[in-house]
Nanobody, 121 residues
Framework: QVQLVESGGGFVQAGGSLRLSCAAS????????MGWYRQPPGKQRELVAT???????NYADSVKGRFTISRDNAKNTGYLQMNSLKPEDTAVYYC???????????????WGQGTQVTVSS
């Protein structure tokens, strides 16, 4: 069964750091774009950062200079390093990846289960 499993969330004080991981498992032939999204309490899900298979990155303005997205293609794993965290970064963080799977090796979008990040002031 193909799935994305996230880890690394938790509770941290403002100014602290956390590193999220997103591991893809199952019968995977490749991974194209990967991304991190977040859903703050009472708000809609929003884009945090994306990274292409070639390593090109894109960030939401609110996290530029503080967050870094990366990936290890050999491990089928993506990461989100979050530094200088602020209370407004509090949210459930979701990993998204476009995985090439199945008999016909087609691309499908998968989501992780979400991991809570809470930043106290």
């Amino acid at each position: 069964q193909v799935q994305l499993v996230e880890s690394g969330g938790g509770f941290v004080q403002a100014g602290g750091s956390l590193r999220l991981s997103c591991a893809a498992s199952g019968s995977i032939f490749g991974i194209n774009d990967m991304g991190w999204y977040r859903q703050p309490p009472g708000k809609q899900r929003e884009l945090v950062a994306t990274i292409t298979s070639g390593g090109n990155t894109n960030y939401a303005d609110s996290v530029k200079g503080r967050f870094t997205i990366s990936r290890d293609n050999a491990k089928n794993t993506g990461y989100l390093q979050m530094n200088s965290l602020k209370p407004e970064d509090t949210a459930v963080y979701y990993c998204n990846a476009h995985l090439i799977t199945g008999v016909w090796k087609k691309q499908y979008s998968y989501w992780g289960q979400g991991t809570q990040v809470t930043v106290s002031s």
